[in-house]
């Protein structure tokens, strides 16, 4: 699978757009990028999945950029709550067994 | 829907016990898995489950022994374990191992292991 490079640590204002950007420059055709979050603590929640088209749903927007090298995550409205560790995952996609491999992540602090 | 639930939350055996960790989802989920995470450091994949047979052993000693009775159990029997194993044991779910749509990995909260 692909491997992803994603920034050790950003922060964001509560209210304000978090945008977590993510390189996965090998990434193959058929292979999905992921993104999942862990709140300190808990086990990792899916936020959101795609392949060539950006995706929206109630938690979060994914952007992929039109050579797929590189995604970007956006929280419209950072919370406290979204403090986390987020990872970007690239998974295989096809007929065969997708393996979700999870790197260092992205410590997102959100403050006030 | 997307739960998984795992029992127990907290577990602290000795290294001579014998315990188990369990693992359940009612989505219809054809596919279970075990995860570890040492803190500070990200979830790694131990063993996978498709219709209820084992179809991953990402190379696990022994002493870690996975069970799945049914569609919806999985369980972790812990046997002869050593103070590094201490980690979060984390359970996840999906309808099939594939990436395709729909497959999505829901994960449960975890059990935090102990051993002393």
């Known amino acids: 699978d692909a491997k992803t490079t994603q920034p050790t640590s950003m922060d964001c204002a509560e209210g304000r757009a978090a945008n977590l950007p993510c390189n996965h420059s090998?990434?193959?055709?058929?292979?999905?990028v992921y993104w999942y979050r862990q709140i300190h603590s808990q086990g990792p929640q899916y936020i959101i999945h795609g392949l060539k088209n950006n995706e929206t749903n109630e938690m979060a927007s994914l952007i992929i950029t039109e050579d797929r090298k590189s995604s970007t995550l956006i929280l419209p409205h950072a919370t406290l709550r979204d403090t986390a560790v987020y990872y970007c995952i690239v998974r295989a996609g096809g007929t065969s067994y997708g393996k979700l491999t999870f790197g260092q992540g992205t410590i997102l602090t959100v403050h006030p | 829907d997307t739960e998984v639930t795992q029992t127990p939350k907290h577990l602290v055996m000795g290294m001579t016990n014998k315990k188990s960790l369990k693992c359940e989802q009612h989505m219809g989920h054809r596919a279970m898995y075990w995860y570890k995470q040492k803190a500070k450091k990200p979830p790694e994949l131990m063993f996978v489950?498709?219709?209820?047979?084992?179809?991953i052993n990402e190379s696990v000693p022994s002493r870690f022994s996975p069970e799945c009775p049914n569609s919806s159990l999985l369980n972790l029997h812990l046997h002869a374990l050593q103070p590094e194993d201490s980690a979060l044991y984390l359970c996840?779910?999906?309808?099939?191992?594939?990436?395709?749509?729909?497959?999505?990995?829901?994960f449960g909260e975890g059990s935090w292991l102990t051993v002393v």
């Open positions: 090998t990434i193959s055709g058929n292979e999905y």
């Open positions: 489950y498709s219709y209820e047979k084992l179809s």
């Open positions: 996840a779910s999906s309808q099939g191992i594939t990436a395709a749509s729909g497959n999505t990995i829901y």
